[in-house]
């Protein structure tokens, strides 16, 4: 008996759980800061050169595969739940063991210094950390975010969020029956953006001869088609559907327009030569025919002049130097140009006026126009009187102007004419208000009193006495006239 009472005595005696102290080194805490030194100075010996060298666990499978992390989840949840176990079994004690930490990090991330745990973990966190994480729930997207992706839409309705402008695929549209329904509705909706989106779409995935066939009898569907190709430039593809819709002429304008990328002049040259032969129009022929004609003469005044001009043989070009070239210029201009540097030249020569007037048979409206703004601009007044006088079977002159001597005043006007020049073709203008008018605003003052004595009319003379200087002829005139 007293046997077991010294055994039972011995034993609580040798228990290995010993009483708590404040003072106590070798407790839990006490223990796991030595740890963590431990690690840190570790840490500080191994070099960190290795970085390529593959990361192994105890299991002997690499960090980070697939099998590895399948065994570390099973591993942490199933040790989280032995944890929860024991301590339930250890409540009666008057010891409550710290929950153990379950790691997921490696032996050689440790020793590498990679994925600390954070350094300010306090003991209350320690004690509150479990294996478990909770996460927010998450929002669910309105229903309506879900169905701007879906494939079940019919063609109408396609049509209808492209007109909003949300995103849409058509590519679920595979069959030629539903590609022609879609673009039957792109078209009843009325709006050229989805008509050329649906049109794009169907370029892509149909055969040419099918679009073709198919736009035939769909005219507007084909007209944004052809105004697509234009603006996009696909030259080959809009030659193919205008010749498969027998467009002979448009055909023929289409590789027309083709010189304009053509930058040499001499290929240029030869390209409209082989474009007279094209299917056009009898007027649209004769325009080709004028063009080629036309680049042919500006290529031969441009060599000869380039020559005089280099040459200092020319007083006109060494007085007025050219300031672009005359090639690919317009006719009007190439007129312009021949009025100003070859305006006494005769009929027979390429560079004549009148020769450029005869042979593309220039209006003469036009070429009055051209030749006095010429004339005018090198103020050689007697060519201006020139072009304007004519004679009659019986040897009269006369001046005559086809666009009206109002248009000459005010080019000769722009021109700095002299006030005698002016004078001259505004007393020749047949209305007396657009008379008045032009004479008042360009200070003709003789025109303005002479106009004023024809008509009798001493209370406009006398009024506009007051605008003439003190003393000048004007002002004799006028009182000449009163007198009378």
Same mark, same amino acid.
């Given at each position: 008996m007293s046997r077991a009472r010294a055994d039972e005595e011995e034993y609580w005696h040798s228990s290995k759980f010993r009483a708590f102290t404040f003072d106590d080194e070798d407790d839990e805490l006490s223990q796991l800061k030595e740890s963590k030194r431990a690690v840190n100075s570790l840490r500080d010996i191994v070099d960190d050169d290795d970085d390529d060298l593959e990361r192994v666990s105890w299991s002997g499978e690499p960090v980070g595969s697939i099998s590895w992390s399948i065994k570390e989840t099973a591993s942490s949840s199933t040790s989280s739940l032995e944890g929860r176990d024991s301590s339930l079994q250890k409540g009666s004690s008057s010891y409550a063991a710290f929950p153990k930490q379950v790691s997921s990090y490696s032996l050689s991330s440790l020793f590498k #210094?990679?994925? *600390?745990? $954070? +350094?300010?973990?306090? &003991? +209350?966190?320690?004690?509150?950390?479990? #294996?478990?994480?909770?996460?927010? $729930?998450?929002? =669910? =997207?309105? *229903?309506? !975010?879900? *169905?701007?992706?879906? +494939?079940?839409? +019919?063609p109408k309705d396609t049509v209808r969020r492209m007109q909003r402008g949300k995103a849409c695929s058509l590519e679920r549209f595979r069959s030629l029956q539903d590609k022609l329904? &879609? &673009?039957? !509705?792109? %078209?009843? #909706?009325?709006? #050229?953006?989805? /008509?050329?989106? %649906?049109? /794009?779409? &169907? *370029? =892509?995935t149909l055969r040419r001869e099918i679009l073709f066939r198919e736009l035939e009898v769909r005219q507007v569907a084909l007209c944004h088609l052809i105004h697509f190709l234009k603006e996009t430039g696909e030259q080959k593809l809009l030659l193919d559907l205008l010749r498969f819709l027998d467009r002979t002429e448009e055909v023929a304008l289409s590789q027309y327009r083709e010189h304009l990328n053509i930058q040499d002049v001499e290929k240029r040259r030869e390209f409209l030569k082989s474009c007279i032969g094209l299917p056009f129009s009898a007027e649209d022929t004769s325009h080709i025919q004028d063009h080629y004609t036309l680049l042919e003469r500006q290529i031969i005044i441009e060599a000869n002049d380039r020559h005089l001009e280099t040459a200092g043989q020319s007083e006109i070009f060494r007085k007025y130097p050219r300031k672009a070239s005359i090639l690919n210029m317009p006719l009007v201009t190439t007129l312009f140009y021949s009025c100003f540097y070859h305006y006494t030249e005769a009929e027979g020569t390429f560079s004549s006026p009148t020769n450029l007037k005869k042979t593309f048979k220039i209006p003469d409206k036009q070429y009055v126009l051209t030749a006095l703004a010429a004339r005018a601009k090198l103020r050689a007044w007697d060519d201006v009187d020139a072009l304007f006088t004519t004679k009659n079977w019986l040897g009269y002159t006369k001046k005559k102007a086809p666009i009206g001597f109002h248009r000459v005043v005010e080019i000769l006007q722009r021109n700095n004419a002299p006030v005698q020049v002016l004078q001259e073709y505004v007393r020749l203008v047949e209305d007396v208000e657009t008379r008045l008018n032009l004479a008042t605003k360009y200070k003709c003052h003789d025109v303005v009193i002479e106009t004023y004595r024809d008509l009798k009319d001493r209370i406009q003379l006398t009024a506009y006495k007051c605008k003439v200087e003190r003393g000048s002829a004007e002002e004799e005139k006028i009182n000449s006239i009163l007198n009378n």
């Open positions: #210094g990679r994925n *600390k745990l $954070p +350094s300010c973990q306090s &003991l +209350s966190d320690a004690l509150s950390d479990t #294996g478990v994480k909770n996460y927010a $729930p998450e929002l =669910r =997207r309105p *229903k309506a !975010e879900y *169905k701007d992706y879906s +494939s079940d839409w +019919s329904v &879609l &673009l039957d !509705e792109a %078209v009843a #909706g009325h709006d #050229g953006n989805v /008509i050329t989106a %649906v049109l /794009i779409f &169907l *370029k =892509r």
